[in-house]
């Protein structure tokens, strides 16, 4: 049996509006790649940054580790007066998120313009 490849993982961020950085994934994030996005989250909050939307339309799938990458962003991002956004997810992946509850606990909206305008307060 052929192990499956996995493809790469591309992270990109900037200011989508004053205040709110984007970051947008693209491919599959798997255990591999999962401390590359820790990294840059720890690097947006050591920089200030508390409100991020995370664009999503990129990726198909996401490891459970990813998704508590999110769930703890969201918690240090609340716990310091910003918040996190998840925006653009795939169905596949959506359905996924909203199996384990995260909905629950983290916005979850159609794209980036919706999540910026909610980070922005004009939502």
Same mark, same amino acid.
């Given at each position: 049996?052929?192990? *499956?490849?996995?493809?790469?993982? %591309?992270?990109?961020?900037?200011? +989508?509006?004053?205040?709110?950085?984007?970051?947008?994934?693209?491919?599959?994030?798997?255990?591999?790649?999962?401390?590359?996005?820790? +990294?840059?989250?720890? *690097?947006? $909050?050591?920089?200030?940054?508390?409100?991020?939307?995370?664009?999503?339309?990129?990726?198909?799938?996401?490891?459970?580790?990813?998704? &508590?990458? $999110?769930? =703890?962003?969201?918690?240090?991002?609340?716990?310091? =007066?910003?918040?996190?956004?998840?925006?653009?997810? %795939?169905?596949?992946?959506?359905?996924?998120?909203?199996?384990? =509850?995260?909905?629950?606990?983290?916005?979850?909206?159609?794209?980036?313009?919706?999540?910026? &305008?909610?980070?922005?307060?004009?939502?």
């Amino acid at each position: 049996m052929a192990a *499956q490849q996995q493809s790469p993982v %591309r992270i990109e961020y900037d200011m +989508a509006a004053p205040n709110v950085v984007e970051v947008r994934v693209h491919g599959e994030v798997g255990m591999a790649s999962v401390p590359a996005l820790n +990294a840059l989250v720890y *690097q947006l $909050f050591n920089e200030g940054h508390l409100r991020i939307v995370f664009n999503l339309s990129g990726s198909n799938y996401l490891a459970s580790s990813a998704i &508590g990458t $999110f769930l =703890g962003a969201a918690e240090t991002a609340r716990g310091k =007066g910003g918040d996190v956004v998840l925006a653009g997810i %795939r169905d596949k992946v959506r359905h996924v998120l909203d199996l384990m =509850g995260v909905p629950r606990i983290v916005r979850i909206v159609a794209d980036t313009k919706e999540a910026v &305008g909610i980070l922005s307060g004009r939502a």
